[in-house]
């Protein structure tokens, strides 16, 4: 026996070798076998959301206002829409040395179609007095008072009314020109100077007819 292994050595260690070698691919193969298949990795592209744009806002456009008083050059002028009024005061040539800027807003913002008014500091100074009435002897026959109309009178007419001097006729002129014909003879309370006391002097002497 002894004799047959060792003239069979290189044979019989062959063989193991070539055993030992199956088992492991075989063991390789069943350990492979039973490692999950990792699933596939997908890589998806990143969409940025939109950002939303604002709709342009439009501009708005230039205005025109009047510019009067005690300017140097009184008239309408062409501004920008967010112009002020010491905008359109330097627009007209600044003020004269007369202008009264206390009563005057000047950082208030300009409208279309605006007038602004600088008065004098005169015409704070000027007491306005009521003009008497001349007597008029009485008739046998009846008159009718004469009234002035205040949408077609002159500033000579105007300044006969009782209380309504050169500045206030001025005005009134300047007012109608501005604001159209008068619709009733209280609206000239609007017109700057104007208040109820004058208007109780004069309100049985004008008319809009």
């Not at 330097?90 to 807003?105: I, M």
């Not at 008159?143 to 300044?159: F, G, R, V």
Request: hydrophobic share 40%; proline share 10%; charged share 20%.
């Amino acid at each position: 026996m002894k004799r047959w292994l060792e003239k069979h050595k290189g044979i019989i260690v062959a063989v193991a070798l070539h055993d030992l070698a199956l088992a492991i691919v075989v063991g390789a193969a069943l350990f492979a076998s039973r490692i999950p298949t990792p699933s596939p990795i997908i890589i998806s592209p990143i969409t940025p959301v939109p950002t939303p744009t604002r709709a342009p806002t439009a501009t708005p456009g230039p205005i025109q206002v009047y510019v009067c008083g005690a300017v140097a050059r009184p008239g309408v002028y062409t501004l920008p829409w967010d112009a002020r009024v010491r905008e359109a005061i330097a627009a007209a040539g600044s003020t004269t040395s007369d202008a009264d800027l206390v009563k005057v807003n000047l950082s208030e913002r300009l409208r279309d179609e605006q007038q602004i008014y600088v008065p004098c500091k005169s015409e704070a100074a000027t007491p306005i007095l009521p003009t008497p009435v001349p007597h008029v002897e009485s008739t046998s026959q009846s008159t009718t008072a004469h009234t002035t109309n205040i949408n077609t009178a002159s500033s000579s007419e105007l300044e006969a009314l009782p209380g309504i001097g050169p500045v206030l006729a001025q005005r009134i002129l300047e007012y109608r020109s501005a604001n159209g014909p008068f619709v009733s003879i209280e609206q000239i309370k609007d017109v700057k100077g104007i208040g109820d006391h004058t208007f109780e002097n004069i309100k049985d002497m004008i008319t809009v007819e």
